[in-house]
């Protein structure tokens, strides 16, 4: 298993540009979750996803951030209009019912 | 509140010494318990998890972490670390949800 993929790995971008982060979770999983990493306030979970469908979205900052899941192995975080404070790492995380949280490897967002 | 506390922010210990990552969490039950790593610019790596049982877990690269009701803690340790095992180290739990909570990481610098 490829484990959890995430694209892109790093992105730069100007204030006020649309952003769009992609995630493919591990075949068979059921739940889907977007984190947030920063120095300042660590790991922040954003939105949770269960069978596709937003069960927890209390975390998404503001309404610039939005988050959908298609099908079971597609989900994007989009970022509209981008912000410098928006810079961080962004990781999703995929788990199945034995409730093993497996990480992909994070997409680094500069936001200029 | 409910919470993840990791006391220590920043520990150096000696290669070859032993090493003990401090946990307490404050929920009204058992929560789900799990111990991440992340080495600089990747993700997160599950060490281990307890669920219930043996209240010792042992997990990869020769970690293991002790469940203590009394003191609701989860601490990890390491008999005698490596260079390698220099890294970021986050506690989690899942109160009685699927939301994985993160406390604020422990970085260990490992010494020659």
């Known amino acids: 298993d490829a484990g959890v993929i995430q694209s892109p790995r790093h992105e730069v971008t100007e204030m006020g540009q649309e952003v769009t982060l992609r995630c493919k979770p591990i075949?068979?999983?059921?739940?889907l979750f977007w984190y947030r990493q920063t120095m300042m306030r660590g790991l922040e979970l954003l939105i949770y996803?269960?069978?596709?469908?937003?069960?927890?979205d209390s975390g998404m900052p503001e309404d610039r951030f939005s988050a959908k899941m298609p099908n079971a192995s597609f989900s994007t975080l989009k970022i509209q209009p981008s912000e410098p404070r928006d810079s961080a790492v962004y990781f999703c995380?995929?788990?199945?019912?034995?409730?093993?949280?497996?990480f992909g490897p994070g997409t680094r967002l500069t936001v200029l | 509140a409910q919470s993840v506390t990791q006391p220590d922010i920043h520990i150096t210990v000696s290669e070859g010494a032993s090493l003990e990552l401090r946990c307490n969490y404050s929920?009204?039950?058992?929560?789900?318990l799990f111990w991440y790593v992340q080495s600089p610019g990747q993700g997160l790596q599950l060490l281990l998890k307890?669920?219930?049982?043996?209240?010792l877990v042992q997990g990869i690269k020769g970690f293991e972490a002790e469940f203590k009701r009394s003191q609701s803690s989860f601490n990890l340790r390491k008999p005698s670390v490596h260079w390698s095992d220099a890294a970021e180290y986050f506690c989690?739990?899942?109160?009685?949800?699927?939301?994985?909570?993160f406390g604020a990481g422990t970085t260990v610098t490992v010494r020659a």
């Open positions: 929920y009204g039950a058992t929560p789900y």
């Open positions: 989690a739990v899942v109160p009685n949800d699927y939301k994985l909570s």
């Open positions: 307890y669920f219930s049982g043996d209240t």
């Open positions: 075949s068979g999983h059921n739940s």
């Open positions: 995380a995929s788990s199945s019912l034995k409730r093993e949280w497996f």
């Open positions: 996803f269960n069978n596709n469908v937003p069960i927890d």
